[in-house]
């Protein structure tokens, strides 16, 4: 128990505390002689330790495993989010002598998640004023995102241009042009000296909803995924 990096901690088949380790001891601030015998609820009066509490129960009569998130307050008086793993243990007759469970800190996991979520906000609050069509496409070339000014530029709604091929975007010669860099651009990947966050720029016709054709200037750069590969283009048009 004392090994393990992650808080534990052991109940009885009423909720009391039977013990824990030495990790929940740090996170908490309370020791093995201060919380046996008693509830979550005695030891943390609150709206949560009754939801902890009830938890328990709930794992007692139904005895599956239970994984859920919810908070901890630590022993500096932080609340962090965490995911509960929690199941009952039995006793040399197989039947059920209490509750070992433990919980997996995911602040830095929620974290990034709101961040990401900002950031997709200010990308779309930005993508949604702008003149120039900003769109993205998969290593497919599949358009997984294309701004609202699609529809000055080309007439279609950003609905109906997501649902389009990336070939009837363009003439058929500058779709040509469009695989024949996309090719080459993939090739040069890895090579010696080549800027992975490098521009490409090409000049294109693209086919408007009414058939008229008009000159456009696209500026794109690839997308990367954790390993660096490409997982996609984003660009402007």
């Known amino acids: 128990m004392a090994s393990i990096p992650s808080p534990v901690f052991f109940k009885d088949t009423h909720g009391r505390y039977l013990g824990c380790n030495t990790a929940f001891t740090d996170i908490m601030g309370v020791t093995n002689e201060h919380i046996r015998g008693k509830t979550v609820i005695d030891l943390w009066p609150s709206d949560h330790a009754r939801v902890y509490h009830q938890n328990d129960l709930d794992l007692l009569e139904d005895q599956q495993q239970q994984i859920y998130e919810y908070e901890i307050k630590d022993k500096q008086g932080d609340i962090r989010p965490v995911i509960y793993y929690k199941n009952v243990f039995r006793d040399e007759n197989g039947g059920v002598a209490g509750i070992v469970g433990g919980f997996v800190d995911i602040s830095d996991r929620v974290q990034a998640e709101k961040a990401l979520r900002e950031s997709e906000r200010n990308f779309r609050m930005l993508a949604d004023n702008v003149t120039d069509v900003i769109w993205s496409i998969d290593m497919n070339l599949k358009y997984t995102y294309i701004s609202p000014s699609v529809k000055k530029l080309r007439g279609y709604t950003p609905e109906q241009a997501l649902q389009m091929p990336l070939e009837e975007t363009f003439t058929p010669e500058s779709y040509q042009k469009v695989i024949q860099i996309f090719s080459e651009e993939l090739d040069r990947e890895g090579e010696p000296g080549v800027d992975p966050d490098r521009s490409i720029f090409l000049e294109l016709d693209t086919v ?30």
Do not use: C, L, Q, Y
């Not at 408007?208 to 660009?235: C, L, Q, W, Y």
């Open 208 to 237: 408007r909803k009414d058939g008229s054709i008009i000159p456009i200037e696209v500026n794109a750069t690839f997308i990367r995924g954790d390993t660096g590969s490409p997982t996609g283009i984003i660009g402007t048009t």
